[in-house]
């Protein structure tokens, strides 16, 4: 019984680590804007360190952590509201958001896709790998169709999230793409949530364009994803 | 530290919405346990909402702070599965140089392609876009013909 209980209270600790180390490391960027104190690397290094440090089984550290993941559910259905919010701009720009969509969409599936072919991964990481482009409740959601596993396409988003982050200024620069709603619909279509949030810096409009097109490239990630798997896995 | 009752205000109201975007979530997990649909219920519940938004059964304001909290805090709800990749060390450990190869090149991949297009279309679209207006001023509409 004593042993049960400390391992609820360690599995308790762990749930308020996590959102702690969040809010914490959020306030922290806010602050010093340096890229490498991004909630998005420090919360994972932290808790990861954590839990190494103090040997901390995964099932006890989920016991409680995992009803955090439960609000990806909701999260998901949130992404109504700002696709609501810009119907006009889905409206004015059709052709550009359907095209950005698309290719943003065959351009994340193929370009993995052929990379995993000329590069040897295991199948763990190759499969989990097709969707990582796309925001994580949707990437989530599509994988288990690829026979990705949900917990390395989520480590793979948020890798590729940072990259996106560190390689759109120098890409842009070397491909010349200088329209900045292009780069607002590349950014959201290549690195989701960050590349958003990053296209919401150059500007506003920029800013919805990257946030349409992440949560469009979601949707129709997660409604093809079957078809996609046929035809590629 | 004081805190203001509109402070509490907004974060029983961010609750009670977050609670009743739960539901939602709930119920389109039941109804495609139920009639068998072949699309995930996450997609089921967007569309539902953006339809009971779209035909106004749902004022804006019943969901708006508790949308927007959940989505501003996307990145605390998929820590834990990030943190569980620790259970694949080994083979991350293994194979990083050639996932973070495959990764960046893939990364850059999008980011061009993307990019590349949608430059040309939106230029497109938006020179056809004033022709279609400058054909509105040139030529304006007939009434009464």
Redesign the interface.
């Given at each position: 019984m004593p042993q049960l209980l400390a391992s609820q209270g360690v599995a308790l600790a762990c749930l308020l680590t996590?959102?702690v180390t969040?809010f914490v490391s959020k306030r922290l960027y806010k602050r010093y804007r340096h890229w490498w104190l991004s909630?998005?690397i420090v919360?994972?290094a932290c808790?990861?360190s954590v839990?190494?440090l103090f040997a901390i089984p995964?099932p006890t550290?989920?016991a409680y952590?995992?009803y955090?993941?439960a609000?990806?559910?909701?999260?998901?259905?949130?992404?109504?509201?700002?696709?609501?919010w810009e119907?006009h701009l889905i409206l004015?720009?059709p052709?550009?958001i359907s095209?950005?969509v698309l290719?943003?969409l065959f351009?994340?599936l193929i370009?993995?896709w052929l990379?995993?072919k000329v590069?040897?991964?295991?199948p763990?990481?190759s499969h989990s790998?097709l969707v990582?482009?796309v925001?994580?409740?949707?990437a989530?959601?599509a994988t288990s169709a690829f026979g990705g596993?949900?917990?390395?396409?989520?480590?793979?988003?948020?890798?590729?999230g940072i990259?996106?982050m560190l390689?759109?200024a120098p890409?842009?620069k070397l491909?010349r793409?200088?329209?900045p709603?292009?780069?607002g619909?590349?950014?959201g279509?290549?690195?989701h949530?960050v590349g958003a949030a990053k296209a919401a810096e150059l500007g506003q409009e920029e800013g919805v364009v990257a946030s349409l097109t992440m949560i469009l490239t979601g949707?129709a990630m997660?409604?093809g994803a079957?078809f996609f798997a046929y035809l590629l896995v | 530290m004081t805190i203001s009752i509109n402070q509490c205000k907004h974060v029983c109201q961010t609750l009670l919405q977050?609670g009743l975007?739960?539901l939602?979530?709930f119920a389109?997990?039941w109804l495609v346990d139920r009639l068998g649909l072949?699309?995930?219920?996450?997609?089921v519940?967007?569309?539902?909402?953006?339809l009971l938004?779209?035909l106004n059964w749902l004022p804006?304001r019943f969901?708006?702070v508790?949308?927007?909290w959940?989505?501003g805090?996307?990145?605390?709800?998929?820590?834990?599965?990030?943190?569980?990749?620790?259970?694949?060390a080994p083979?991350l450990h293994q194979?990083g140089v050639?996932?973070m190869?495959?990764?960046?090149?893939?990364?850059?991949?999008?980011?061009?392609?993307?990019?590349?297009?949608?430059?040309r279309?939106?230029?497109?679209?938006r020179r056809r876009?004033r022709a279609r207006r400058q054909f509105g001023v040139l030529q304006p509409v007939k009434v009464g013909e």
């Open positions: 996590t959102v969040y909630p998005m919360t994972p808790l990861v839990v190494l995964l550290y989920f952590s995992h955090l993941s609000l990806l559910a909701p999260a998901t259905i949130a992404f109504a509201l700002p696709i609501y119907r004015r720009y052709m550009t095209i950005g290719t943003g351009a994340g370009s993995s990379l995993v590069i040897y991964l295991p763990e990481l790998m990582r482009s925001s994580t409740p949707f989530i959601e596993v949900p917990d390395l396409t989520a480590m793979l988003v948020l890798v590729t990259l996106g390689l759109c890409i842009f491909a793409i200088r329209s709603l292009a780069k619909a590349a950014l279509a290549s690195a949530g949707i997660v409604i079957p | 977050v975007l739960c939602l979530a389109a997990q072949p699309v995930p219920s996450s997609v519940g967007l569309a539902a909402l953006f938004l779209a804006e969901v708006a508790g949308a927007t959940l989505l805090e996307l990145l605390l709800f998929f820590i834990p599965p990030v943190v569980a990749s620790i259970h694949y083979l194979y050639s996932l190869l495959t990764l960046v090149a893939g990364s850059a991949c999008v980011l061009v392609s993307t990019g590349f297009v949608i430059d279309v939106f230029r497109f679209e876009q």
